[in-house]
């Protein structure tokens, strides 16, 4: 018992002196503080895939001083005879963006994809198999429209696409279905009211659109937050990564309407029109037919009212209607060459 006992209190002692260092060694670090790398940059995470670029370590692309190239003028043919191959597979394939509100995005209560982007695809659908309904759509990033289109995946992209000489050197475009203003989009309570005040922010633009260069070119002293979705732009301005997303206000009002503490400010920077993209002729893909085709039906809805009404729809309550761009056609000297290059006179 006696030896019991002796056990028992020794190691109580034993237990407090444990206890004891315990409690002196929590005063002590654990670690030196140089050799610990501190989080300067406390908050969410950025977009996933996203990156800064600052200021000034990019110039903006030479703006080229050229006209756009004409489209190809629809014609009398029928759209089976334009574009048999889709005729036959009983459906339009459309790349689209699954989250630009009011022009393309899934609608989280129904599963549909909405918007004015949306109803053009079905529109020229409608032309093609008289059923506005066969069209599969297939969400596209921004930097992958492109690429889309030449590995055959998608047939078109109707996706805010700016028509430019550069990307017509890879793409064709349509005549313009929508002029769009770039403006900026920042929180209401910011003291950013135009371009001008940018300086040592941080603005966002999607990968690969135009935005980037007009950034560049309006606001070289701000840096910029490179993200895969206008998306994720709106997000990163909403957790403050970002003091403004610059865009076409087309776009710039799909975030407004969600957000009612944002607001579109400045003036407009720059002017764009969109187009449907298809893939460039070759021998081995006449895409012309196609262009014509989808040119066919801009026309008559042009004419007819309904871009009006799918204007207003969507945007008339943010936005002025904008004129559209009057039509502009290659002249072709010779429409049955098989490179798919049609001469100018």
């Not at 394939?93 to 079905?122: I, K, P, Q």
């Not at 349509?174 to 910011?190: D, E, F, G, K, Q």
């Not at 009002?253 to 720059?270: C, F, H, R, W």
């Not at 298809?278 to 309904?306: H, Y």
Request: hydrophobic content about 35%.
């Amino acid at each position: 018992m006696r030896r019991l006992l002796a056990t028992t209190a020794l190691g109580a002692v034993c237990a407090l002196a444990l206890s004891a260092c315990a409690q002196e060694t929590t005063n002590e670090p654990l670690l030196r503080p140089d050799s610990v790398e501190l989080n300067t940059d406390p908050g969410p995470p950025l977009p996933a895939g996203s990156h800064i670029e600052r200021a000034g370590t990019i110039d903006p692309a030479p703006q080229i001083d050229a006209d756009t190239e004409g489209s190809y003028r629809p014609d009398d043919k029928t759209a089976e005879e334009r574009v048999p191959d889709i005729v036959k597979r009983e459906r339009l394939v459309v790349g689209v963006d699954r989250s630009n509100n009011l022009l393309s995005y899934r609608d989280s209560a129904t599963g549909e994809v909405r918007g004015f982007d949306v109803d053009l695809a079905h529109e020229i659908a409608e032309d093609i198999f008289d059923d506005p309904s066969k069209v599969d759509f297939r969400f596209v990033e921004s930097s992958e429209r492109i690429d889309a289109l030449q590995s055959g995946a998608v047939d078109i992209v109707v996706r805010t696409m700016s028509i430019s000489p550069e990307r017509q050197r890879e793409v064709e475009f349509s005549i313009p279905y929508m002029t769009s203003n770039t403006r900026m989009l920042v929180l209401a309570n910011s003291d950013i009211e135009s371009i001008d005040d940018t300086r040592g922010a941080t603005l966002c633009a999607v990968i690969g659109s135009t935005a980037l260069d007009t950034i560049r070119r309006h606001a070289p002293e701000a840096d910029i937050l490179q993200t895969r979705s206008w998306g994720d732009c709106h997000m990163a301005l909403q957790l403050n990564q970002v003091d403004g997303v610059v865009v076409d206000d087309a776009l710039l009002s799909g975030m407004a309407q969600q957000d009612s503490y944002t607001e579109i400010v400045g003036e407009p920077l720059e002017t764009e029109s969109y187009g449907v993209a298809i893939a460039k002729p070759t021998e081995d893909n006449d895409t012309r037919g196609l262009i014509r085709q989808v040119n066919f039906t801009l026309e008559r809805i042009r004419s007819d009212g309904t871009w009006r009404q799918l204007y207003d729809e969507w945007f008339g309550d943010y936005l002025p209607r904008s004129p559209l761009q009057a039509p502009v056609y290659r002249e072709e000297a010779d429409d049955t060459d098989d490179t798919g290059e049609a001469e100018e006179s």
